[in-house]
């Protein structure tokens, strides 16, 4: 099947720097990538809808300035944590939607997740 | 607004027993609904419906869509142990927007 790969899967940074995390569709092209967090014992929660070559869109509550998601390519989306503090640490996990001939119904490939921690 | 609501939240059955998981939608541009089984990590795909009345079946998983009445069901029959996960049913329109999981055990 299709793979997303997602990276770091696990980062463990200091109060107030900043994070990265990539999501790569590594065979199929992504017009289309949604950001999730979710917490323990619990379910995924959209953040935001990457979109290539357009700025995301954010679900309500989701600090856009905080969490800046960049789609540059069909095949890579970044989101970066800004300033991040302890109440941040989460997992992150990231999606892709291939509308491909192998997945043309539009069936959503995971990537592994990041699992942030902040001091 | 979008949403997804799946019940029961949690389930405690022992093996063997079938259980019936259930999810609610309400999702604009309605294209699919989605069934994923999370254990550690990244949730795993189970199955996608876009149809309605039209089963689809994996082993012991099947599911079934209904679209009149915004709704599915994911059916395990003769449980396992390994069955004990979190699974989570997804709307798939504009976005895609989780439900909150029902968390599965299954005891020996």
């Known amino acids: 099947g299709a793979v997303v790969s997602q990276h770091p899967s696990r980062v463990i940074c200091k109060s107030g720097t900043s994070v990265k995390i990539e999501c790569r569709s590594l065979?199929?092209?992504?017009?289309?990538m949604f950001w999730y967090r979710q917490f323990p014992k619990q379910s995924l929660m959209l953040m935001a809808t990457s979109n290539e070559g357009s700025k995301a869109t954010y679900e309500q509550g989701v600090e856009k300035d905080k969490f800046l998601i960049n789609h540059a390519s069909l095949t890579l989306s970044t989101l970066t944590v800004t300033s991040a503090h302890p109440e941040d640490s989460s997992f992150y996990i990231c999606?892709?939607?291939?509308?491909?001939?192998?997945?043309?119904?539009?069936?959503?490939?995971f990537g592994e997740g990041s699992r942030l921690t902040v001091l | 607004e979008d949403k997804v609501v799946q019940s029961p939240l949690s389930l405690v059955v022992h093996e063997g027993d079938t259980v019936t998981l259930n999810c609610s939608y309400e999702v604009t541009n309605f294209r699919s609904l989605l069934w994923y089984k999370q254990e550690k990590k990244a949730p795993t795909f189970l199955f996608m419906l876009t149809s309605s009345g039209i089963e689809k079946k994996s082993g012991r998983l099947s599911s079934i869509l209904d679209k009149k009445e915004l709704f599915s069901i994911l059916n395990i029959t003769a449980t396992q142990t390994g069955d004990s996960a979190i699974y989570l049913c997804?709307?798939?329109?504009?976005?895609?927007?989780f439900g909150a999981g029902t968390r599965l055990t299954v005891k020996p």
């Open positions: 065979d199929f092209q992504a017009t289309t």
């Open positions: 999606s892709a939607r291939d509308w491909g001939p192998r997945g043309n119904t539009g069936e959503l490939f």
């Open positions: 997804a709307g798939a329109g504009n976005d895609m927007r």
